[in-house]
């Protein structure tokens, strides 16, 4: 394998979270191991960041081509709440630009990925994030996981199973010196409690230089899908 065409596999680890909520839905309790928690009407809504250093690779002008993303999770999600709406939802973001909390926090109102067609919402903080285009959005993944009566136990908690998998990856080659992971975990469920397990997402594929024209058109496009946030 030459210099110019080597295969990485790109990481990024996420730690688990343990939280409890009151029957208002307000967060009580919470060992967030660094996510940050965000109380957005009754919703319990917690958010990490985690970068990807690909400086060293910038520099010399170089392209990381993805080919393929997936996720491990350490163990499943376990939970005891007991009125509302007891879903989970666990969303993992890998993108080449920032994107800003209300960004991040999309998945709290809408339940939906950004980077699609969707027609106007009506809150604007979400159009303006789902206006983003989709080409930085370089790997995007929603779990829905639900109560499941058959694994309950006395005290109420049970081992959540998945009820949806969205995929929303767009898998563009980047030019960027620095990846953008984040995970969004969040529930409308009320007096109780939940355990999420550690996670990652592994990206492989090439990193390889590009003729000068088409990395400079690609550093260009870079700078203006930044402008969308």
């Known amino acids: 394998m030459s210099e110019e065409d080597m295969q990485r596999t790109l990481v990024a680890e996420f730690p688990p979270l343990t939280f409890t909520t009151d029957r208002d839905g307000a967060v009580t309790t919470i060992v967030n191991n660094g996510y940050t928690n965000e109380s957005v009407t009754g919703t319990a809504l917690f958010y990490q960041e985690v970068l990807i250093d690909l400086s ?36 993992i973001i890998v993108s080449s630009i920032p994107l800003s909390n209300e960004q991040v926090a999309i998945n709290s109102y809408a339940q939906d990925l950004p980077g699609f067609t969707i027609t106007n919402i009506g809150i604007p903080a979400l159009d303006k994030a789902y206006r983003i285009n989709r080409d930085p ?92 946030v």
Request: charged content about 20%.
């Open 137 to 228: 959005l370089m790997h995007q993944h929603q779990l829905i996981q639900s109560h499941d009566s058959t694994t309950a136990n006395p005290a109420g908690s049970s081992i959540y199973r998945v009820t949806s998998s969205v995929n929303g990856s767009s898998l563009e080659p980047t030019a960027a010196d620095v990846l953008y992971c984040y995970r969004i975990l969040f529930c409308k469920g009320t007096d109780g409690s939940a355990f999420l397990p550690a996670a990652r997402i592994l990206l492989p594929g090439t990193i390889s230089s590009e003729p000068t024209l088409e990395y400079m058109m690609r550093l260009k496009r870079s700078y203006e899908l930044a402008n969308q």
């Open 56 to 91: 060293g690779y910038a520099m010399d002008k170089k392209t990381f081509f993805p080919y393929s993303s997936f996720e491990q999770r350490n163990g499943p999600t376990i939970a005891s709440f007991t009125a509302d709406d007891r879903n989970i939802y666990d969303t």
